[in-house]
């Protein structure tokens, strides 16, 4: 358990309202990760954290932004939520040469 | 592209016995491997990585192999139980674009008969 929790855990918007999702790590690491997960593309990376106010882009950054404005929280932030974010997003710590995710936030965009 | 493939959607296993989850990978600055297992509902978990510099890794009932030459890797789970029934995501890690990166496979679904 790396001590990484995510919220909302299941969240039902309308296309065109913004959405945040959080992530909040209680160990002090340096490295966070959101992912997308969807059928037939396993997961892929939106954006990582490598500090405090320090972000860059993944794979599949349009759409989304991020901050993180202290070590522990991470916010995902879709500025105008449409039906192709409907997805599992997972955010992830890394400790050594591996991740550690936590439990995901199922979003439903109709 | 995907530079991280698991061919194989699916895969039925009967208990007791080997199951064998392949996956292939195309960069070869990928000098980290990782497997992790996901069951519904939940948060994928680590399972099993190997190096770059290593061809096998075992920890208990799983074994991770790794070909270079070849670009690809296995997980080997014997003998297989009905709780290792889940997704199994391989992953390689590398420098991509100046950062330390993981890139996932599609994923497999093992699923364990009695």
């Known amino acids: 358990d790396a001590g990484i929790t995510q919220s909302p855990r299941h969240k039902v918007t309308e296309t065109g309202t913004p959405v945040t999702l959080r992530c909040h790590q209680t160990?002090?690491?340096?490295?966070m990760y959101w992912y997308r997960q969807d059928p037939g593309h396993g997961l892929r990376l939106i954006h990582y954290s490598y500090g405090v106010k320090d972000t860059d882009k993944g794979e599949v950054s349009d759409g989304y932004s991020v901050s993180r404005s202290k070590t522990e929280d991470f916010l995902l932030t879709l500025e105008s939520a449409t039906s192709s974010q409907t997805s599992v997003y997972f955010c992830a710590i890394r400790q050594g040469g591996e991740q550690y995710f936590g439990p995901g936030t199922r979003l439903t965009v109709t | 592209d995907q530079q991280v493939k698991q061919n194989s959607p699916s895969l039925s296993v009967q208990e007791g016995r080997i199951s064998i989850l392949n996956c292939d990978y195309t960069n070869s600055m990928f000098d980290y491997f990782l497997w992790y297992k996901k069951y519904p509902a939940e948060g994928p978990t680590f399972l099993i990585s190997?190096?770059?510099?290593?061809d096998k890794n075992e920890d208990g009932r799983f074994t991770v192999f790794l070909n270079k030459s070849a670009k690809h890797l296995s997980l080997h789970i014997v003998p297989s139980q009905p709780g290792d029934s889940a997704v199994y995501f391989c992953a390689a890690s590398g420098l991509i674009q100046g950062a330390q990166k993981l890139v996932f496979g599609q994923g497999t679904r093992l699923t364990i008969n009695p």
């Open positions: 160990e002090n690491h340096r490295y």
């Open positions: 190997i190096s770059s510099i290593k």
